[in-house]
Structure formats: C-alpha cells, structure tokens
T-cell receptor, first 112, second 111 residues
Framework: DVKVTQSSRYLVKRTGEKVFLECVQDMDHENMFWYRQDPGLGLRLIYFSYDVKMKEKGDIPEGYSVSREKKERFSLILESASTNQTSMYLC???????????FGSGTRLTVV | EDQVTQSPEALRLQEGESSSLNCSYT??????LFWYRQDPGKGPEFLFTLYSAGEEKEKERLKATLTKKESFLHITAPKPEDSATYLCAVQANFGNEKLTFGTGTRLTIIP
C-alpha cells in the first residue's frame, strides 16, 4: 500500500558533492513537494511542482534545485552539498485541490 | 504570514489518562487544517483534515475539533502505541498549496 516512495532512507555525502533525492508517487497526484525537517524548526517547504516541468520556489530554495520530467516523479538536487544541508528530507504529493496530502517516509541526509 | 503554534511541546500521560493537544493558527483564509502523526525516523502519517469552524472528526481514540483560531486533538484513554509526535499544519486559500507546520507535540504514554 505504498503511495509516496523515497528512494533512500539514509544517505551520507561529502561536502561539495552533487546529491540527488528521488521521489515517486503512484496516486496520479498533480502536486508534488519537497520539505526539510529540522529540530525546533518544523517542516519547511523547499520547492513544489504543480505539473510536469513546472516548479515554484518554496520558503527555503537556496542551494537546491528540482526536476519533474514525469508526473509521478519529483527529484530534489543539491548542486554542491554543504554541512548545513544535513537534515531529514520529506517528499509529499497532493491532488490539485490540495486534498489527499500524503508524505513519504523521508530521507535522512548527512553531509560530512 | 501564516503561523502555527502547538502546545505543549511535550506531554507525558499515564495509560488511560485523557488529555488534549492545542494548535493555534493565523492564516490568510483557511483552506484546511491538517493533523499528522509522526513516529521517530519516519514521515508524517495523515490523521485528519478539518475545513470549517465547528467541524469535528474522529478516529479510534483521537478526536479533532476546529474553531476560527485553534484546533484541539483530544486523546481519550490513550495506549502506549499512541506515543508519537503530533503535527498540526494549515493550508491557505491563496498561494502555492503548501502546508505551514507547527513544531509538534511529543506525546509519551506510560504503561
């Protein structure tokens, strides 16, 4: 019954590496989102996409980019990883109306 | 700017001891208020969405209510398996479909 799948549970990367986080949803949702979660700060929106090849910046887009070539897949890219990007990354998807907002299980990224 | 404040930050209850978690919010036109449960190291699990003041929803030992300024998550006769962090989030009528989250209430149920 998996609906939003994130490709990795844990990742360890070195400073300066290019990092790809992948997310796939099987609910035919139009909207997809990337959040990061940090202690004391809650979840914050990095980027979202409301259609294939469409993207919009969220609240904290600096240092990140995204790609959505297919409706079911949304990728988060860290162009040059830094230690302050160590965090839990959560992918989510929803219907165009905003309903059925579902999260994946998360990727714990550590940048050393 | 939309804001969500959850209280208390942490709550310890004896098994069977009922209580409530609070979520206060300010939003430029509420589309929906969401409650999620999150276990350590996992993603948020959807519980409820409330859309208008006066609305209530129930699921097992949980009941969520909504007013124009806050939402409560009532937990009746909790069990140890209810231990988790409970997250509240709001979605505005205008904007980019994002959810604005509070920092959560960490609930521990002691057997």
């Amino acid at each position: 019954d998996v609906k939003v799948t994130q490709s990795s549970r844990y990742l360890v990367k070195r400073t300066g590496e290019k990092v790809f986080l992948e997310c796939v949803q099987d609910m035919d949702h139009e909207n997809m989102f990337w959040y990061r979660q940090d202690p004391g700060l809650g979840l914050r929106l990095i980027y979202f996409s409301y259609d294939v090849k469409m993207k919009e910046k969220g609240d904290i887009p600096e240092g990140y980019s995204v790609s959505r070539e297919k409706k079911e897949r949304f990728s988060l890219i860290l162009e040059s990883a830094s230690t302050n990007q160590t965090s839990m990354y959560l992918c989510a998807s929803s219907l165009r109306t905003g309903r059925d907002y579902t999260f994946g299980s998360g990727t714990r990224l550590t940048v050393v | 700017e939309d804001q969500v404040t959850q209280s208390p930050e942490a709550l310890r209850l004896q098994e069977g001891e009922s209580s409530s978690l609070n979520c206060s919010y300010t939003v430029s036109g509420l589309r929906g208020l969401f409650w999620y449960r999150q276990d350590p190291g996992k993603g948020p699990e959807f519980l409820f969405t409330l859309y208008s003041a006066g609305e209530e929803k129930e699921k097992e030992r949980l009941k969520a209510t909504l007013t124009k300024k806050e939402s409560f998550l009532h937990i009746t006769a909790p069990k140890p398996e209810d231990s988790a962090t409970y997250l509240c989030a709001v979605q505005a009528n205008f904007g980019n479909e994002k959810l604005t989250f509070g920092t959560g209430t960490r609930l521990t149920i002691i057997p």
